[in-house]
């Protein structure tokens, strides 16, 4: 019987010893891989179609993007109304995504429902048609968001820091202007669709409260397609910016400025990328670090500052972001000079490093918990080429590493003159 009157021991979450659900894999008819996580309560499940079909593929600006959000925009037999309402009837809801190196179409539904759902996006796969005056919404509407963005002064910042990072002809690098909304032509997507998503290459991720024929319903409407072709990953050299510190004005009626700072940085591959995701917290990767203990906290300086690495597969930036009000922009950047110095010159106290550790092991806890999360960890493991070994690899160095390692890392990377240095006011 439970005594209430005794008071249940507290363990750190560092001494946690989590576990990533395995996957199960199967093949589709024509050699399409499918991972799933078969776990849950509830009646429900998510399907995700990932396509090599990213902007590293395409000949023009926008065409993957464009191509990527049309794909329910109207096919042979269904206009855009139809194919909303069907999925809307079932209480499903169907997104497209598009990223550097692929694009997806993500499904999530009542598992009941499913086998009359994927038909639908069998149609969508194979017999989207692009409508002329869908495509000239799409521009219509992508243009006027632009130009509200761009007055946008943390908008602007964002698109100019990966121009520094990669160059403007990197696919991390480049981004959308009027002109090439403007410039988009059906028979483009209509080329890419049939060479990417048509003829293409695709890796299905399932999860949730899968139904026992699951496996040949996918067969049934996806293992006949002609998607599974060997794709060649095209790698692209970057090219930062030769200046390091950009000032512009973007916006004169404005309070505040867009401060952001970024060095380029290895992928995950990279044997001091896990140990830097550490340091990263412990610098501005969480509401408790340095960055927002100083810069919001006492000198009040932003409502919220952060560091992340950038999530990307061929190559990654460390990245520092944050708004602050026009006058204290310079002193922003120079207080995140001075945390990186601290963290260069002194070691971390036992007492912050094991409540870093616990946050992070929290996070990852919660990362993990549940059907829909558990794939997700995994898609993220199987796009970067990674397997299970890094994800307990990655346990094992939040709780192992050291304050010493941690200085080590910070004077390694944390280099001012390594930083671009970009203001947008």
Excluded at 165 to 173: A, R, S
Aim: hydrophobic share 35%; charged share 20%; net charge negative.
């Amino acid at each position: 019987m439970l005594n209430r009157n005794l008071t249940p021991n507290i363990i750190d979450a560092v001494h946690l010893n989590l576990t990533l659900k395995p996957y199960e894999k199967s093949l589709l008819s024509n050699g399409v891989p499918i991972y799933s996580v078969n776990a849950g309560a509830e009646d429900v499940l998510m399907i995700e179609l990932v396509f090599n079909a990213g902007n590293s593929f395409e000949e023009q600006n926008t065409i993957a993007f464009a191509t990527n959000h049309l794909l329910k925009n109207g096919t042979s037999q269904k206009n855009a109304f139809q194919i909303n309402e069907h999925f809307e009837y079932y209480g499903a809801y169907l997104n497209r995504s598009c990223h550097h190196e692929y694009a997806s179409v993500t499904l999530h539904c009542l598992s009941r429902h499913l086998s009359v759902l994927l038909p639908v996006i069998r149609e969508i796969i194979t017999e989207s048609v692009f409508p002329q005056e869908e495509l000239e919404i799409f521009k219509q509407n992508s243009k006027q968001q632009l130009s509200v963005n761009l007055h946008k002064c943390d908008f602007v910042a964002n698109r100019l820091i990966d121009v520094y990072l990669y160059g403007m002809n990197h696919p991390y690098g480049k981004f959308n202007n009027v002109v090439d909304y403007d410039l988009l032509q059906t028979q483009q997507l209509k080329k890419f669709y049939q060479q990417y998503y048509q003829n293409g290459n695709c890796i299905i991720f399932a999860a949730g409260k899968l139904p026992i024929d699951f496996q040949q319903q996918l067969n049934n409407f996806f293992g006949d397609l002609n998607i599974s072709q060997p794709v060649n990953n095209p790698e692209y050299i970057a090219l930062p910016a030769l200046q390091k510190k950009v000032r512009i004005s973007n916006d004169p009626n404005g309070v505040q400025g867009a401060i952001r700072l970024g060095r380029p940085f290895p992928n995950r591959h990279h044997p001091d990328f896990k140990k830097v995701m550490i340091l990263n917290n412990i610098f501005g990767g969480f509401f408790g670090s340095r960055l927002m203990s100083n810069i919001r906290e006492d000198k009040g300086y932003t409502y919220g500052i952060s560091s992340y690495l950038q999530n990307n597969i061929q190559q990654s930036g460390w990245l520092i972001s944050t708004e602050a009000g026009k006058d204290v922009c310079e002193a922003t950047i120079q207080e995140i000079y001075k945390e990186m110095e601290l963290l260069k010159e002194e070691l971390i106290t036992d007492e912050e490093l094991l409540l870093v550790k616990n946050y992070m092991m929290g996070t990852n806890l919660g990362d993990i918990d549940g059907p829909f999360q558990i794939i997700a960890r995994w898609k993220n493991l199987i796009i970067n080429s990674l397997d299970e070994s890094y994800f307990y690899d990655s346990m094992n160095t939040i709780k192992n590493i050291t304050a010493e390692e941690l200085k080590e890392l910070s004077n390694k990377y944390l280099q001012p003159d390594d930083f671009f240095e970009l203001v947008v006011i």
